[in-house]
């Protein structure tokens, strides 16, 4: 006999125990059938599968995962769930988790401590089985004390313990490649945008700056570094700022392409072109850095790579096993917005 999907409707929601008496078999043996543990005739099976397609059964993850001892979840706390740099690193993580039936829980913690650790609270409330960290305020103490019930993927700091895996960036070569490929242009008066201080990231790219210039036999110039927040608005401020001060220069490093792309609307702005009157170099090798006029220079930073190594991590942990993932080496990619000055 057809079940009308009203008649489903009125006897209210569908449960397991509704398949299992439609099929005529008991609830455990759907369980292990939906499991794939079950060892039963094809006839049996066959009666289970056409019980949930008539019923529009849905199995539960969480329910499932629970029955094993875990929920299927991973949390992730991210700082700005808007960013383009977390984006494809958010992307990255959904789909390598999805791949082994894991689903992840987003939370942003907006570069604070209490708010991160506040996410942190909620997520294992939840009872998610693991937590991926991207960078984040929290001192490294606090994430190892959390580690010690549950592991934890951490991007952006490079820290060791029971429980933990780290993923770094090496931002410090970064900076010098940034920093050489103007200087083997035959750029001397070399600006730099800085990131938030507060930032290991932001610190170490500034260090790779001025090593490149020690290198090089090229005079550090405070002068010519401006402070900056990862965020276009600051690139544009700290270009103007560069601009006003007299300070002659003919090329700009911004610590992430964020604030190059301030720079850019800043030089647009004072009828400076790209790269005939100033160079101009970025770094993370967002997306639209390739599409901005001219194409900018960046320092590869692989955003979406990140998200699957630090997933795949994650999911070697929970299957028992040490971690091997690392991040590739920095790469220049030189573009139209460098040229000789």
Request: overall charge positive; some cysteine; proline content about 6%.
């Amino acid at each position: 006999m057809k079940i009308k999907r009203s008649d489903i409707e009125k006897s209210g929601p569908v449960t397991l125990e509704r398949v299992a008496d439609l099929a005529g078999v008991s609830p455990s043996t759907v369980s292990r059938i939906l499991n794939g543990s079950a060892v039963v005739s094809t006839a049996k099976k066959k009666a289970v599968e056409d019980a949930i397609a008539h019923l529009g059964f849905v199995p539960n993850p969480v329910a499932r995962g629970l029955a094993g001892g875990r929920t299927l979840s991973i949390g992730v706390v991210t700082q700005a769930i808007d960013s383009p740099f977390y984006g494809p690193t958010l992307r990255g993580i959904e789909e390598e988790l999805d791949t082994a039936g894991y689903s992840p829980l987003f939370v942003s913690a907006h570069w604070d401590a209490a708010s991160e650790a506040r996410c942190i609270d909620v997520l294992r409330s939840r009872r998610v089985d693991g937590l991926i960290v991207l960078h984040g305020r929290l001192s490294d103490q606090a994430l190892k004390n959390t580690s010690k019930n549950l592991p934890i993927v951490i991007t952006g700091r490079s820290i060791k313990g029971p429980g933990l895996f780290s993923l770094n960036f090496d931002n410090f070569t970064g900076g010098v490649l940034a920093t050489e490929h103007l200087i083997k242009l035959g750029h001397r008066r070399i600006a730099f945008i800085k990131g938030d201080p507060l930032h290991p990231d932001a610190t170490e790219r500034f260090r790779g700056y001025k090593s490149a210039l020690q290198a090089a036999g090229i005079a550090f110039d405070s002068r010519l570094v401006m402070s900056g927040d990862y965020q276009e608005i600051t690139g544009v401020q700290a270009t103007n700022h560069l601009l006003d001060s007299g300070q002659k220069f003919t090329a700009i490093f911004a610590a992430n392409d964020q604030m190059a792309f301030g720079a850019a609307l800043s030089l647009h702005q004072h009828s400076l072109r790209i790269p005939e009157d100033m160079s101009l170099v970025g770094f993370d090798n967002l997306a639209r850095s390739l599409y901005v006029i001219p194409p900018m220079s960046t320092v590869n930073q692989p955003a979406y790579e990140l998200g699957q190594l630090a997933a795949t991590a994650m999911l070697q942990m929970l299957a028992g096993k040490k971690p091997t993932g690392s991040l590739p080496a920095p790469q220049l990619i030189a573009r139209d917005s460098s040229a000789r000055p």
